[in-house]
């Protein structure tokens, strides 16, 4: 039966399957890309049954594709934290660990799945989803000394940053790449020591495209919201995510987006709820066309020019109660 490791292209989605393979090695087919690339399992075929592991995609966005994987026998091993759709598929070959819960993410999963086997590789992922608090909280009791947290946190922020972008050409690394990469290491702190080129790479990527990112100019400000507008250049787009995280720790009260412009007449908006009150970003997002997310994080892939100005009066009002 052929392998098949579906994956976001993100931190989550990376360090999952870091963690999943350490403790699972498996000769499999990897199935990924940019983080807002989403409807991964739409690619596999499904003339013959499959062994398939799908890590931090959402299945409501999948279903269509998991429902024929499962008509044609396959064995579906699913693992996420976005909102699933209102029922799971009813399937013997079909197992689940999905929780929506705002403050896990899909390595969190994975990381109680093994037992903590990797546990810095879930700490790091939790960092690189924005799970700030977690991750510092999980670093204290696993003994970490506040150097090592911030280093975690630091690689995990470089690897999320990685998986930004409207196509892969944006990015430093193709997100299979970059786990082929860091798989390597059992312990991301052996990784950090090392100084491998593809850290170092992400790292100094990370600080040139964060310094530009936070001198752009805001395109619109309340008590309850930020919004930042981009423009449309592979940096924007690459720092897009993870200034927005950014943007959101700086002003705990305030929802955060990133309005980044595109050559085809669209946005692409990346959705932050306050960190005081991390709910909402999901709903503001599906209000429009190509919107989905999670609770605390949400976007839209593409948001016409023409509803910019309604995007920028949801997020004014949506939080403003």
Not at 125 to 138: I, Q
Not at 253 to 274: E, H, M, Q
Not at 288 to 312: C, I, S, Y
Request: glycine content about 8%.
């Amino acid at each position: 039966m052929q392998i098949y490791d579906v994956f976001n292209g993100d931190a989550d989605g990376i360090c999952a399957l870091i963690q999943l393979r350490l403790a699972e090695p498996k000769d499999s087919t990897l199935i990924t890309g940019v983080k807002r690339d989403i409807a991964l399992v739409r690619q596999l075929p499904t003339l013959a049954p499959l062994s398939v592991t799908v890590l931090d995609v959402s299945l409501d966005k999948n279903r269509e594709a998991v429902d024929a994987l499962l008509a044609a026998r396959a064995e579906v091993f699913y693992v996420d934290h976005h909102f699933p759709g209102d029922t799971l598929p009813d399937h013997p070959g079909f197992t689940a660990l999905i929780d929506t819960q705002p403050t896990t993410c899909t390595s969190l999963l994975i990381d109680q799945h093994l037992g903590g086997q990797y546990h810095n590789w879930a700490i790091t992922a939790a960092f690189g989803d924005n799970l700030n608090a977690v991750g510092e909280e999980l670093a204290e009791k696993a003994g970490l000394s506040s150097a090592q947290a911030d280093a975690l946190k630091a690689l995990g922020v470089c690897i999320n940053y990685n998986g930004y972008g409207s196509t892969v050409a944006d990015l430093h690394f193709h997100p299979a790449d970059l786990y082929r990469e860091f798989v390597k290491f059992s312990d991301p702190l052996d990784l950090i020591a090392s100084e491998p080129v593809a850290w170092q790479q992400l790292r100094d990527g990370y600080e040139a495209d964060m310094a530009k990112g936070l001198a752009a100019p805001v395109l619109n400000e309340t008590a309850t919201s930020l919004v930042v507008q981009l423009p449309d250049d592979p940096w924007a787009r690459r720092v897009s995510g993870v200034l927005g995280n950014e943007l959101a720790n700086r002003n705990p009260g305030k929802a955060c987006a990133i309005v980044t412009d595109s050559a085809n007449g669209y946005y692409l908006v990346s959705i932050r709820a306050p960190l005081n009150n991390r709910t909402g970003a999901d709903e503001v997002a599906r209000q429009f066309p190509t919107g989905g997310g999670r609770k605390a994080a949400a976007g839209v892939n593409e948001l016409p020019h023409g509803q910019l100005d309604g995007f920028v009066r949801v997020m004014a009002s949506f939080w403003n109660n």
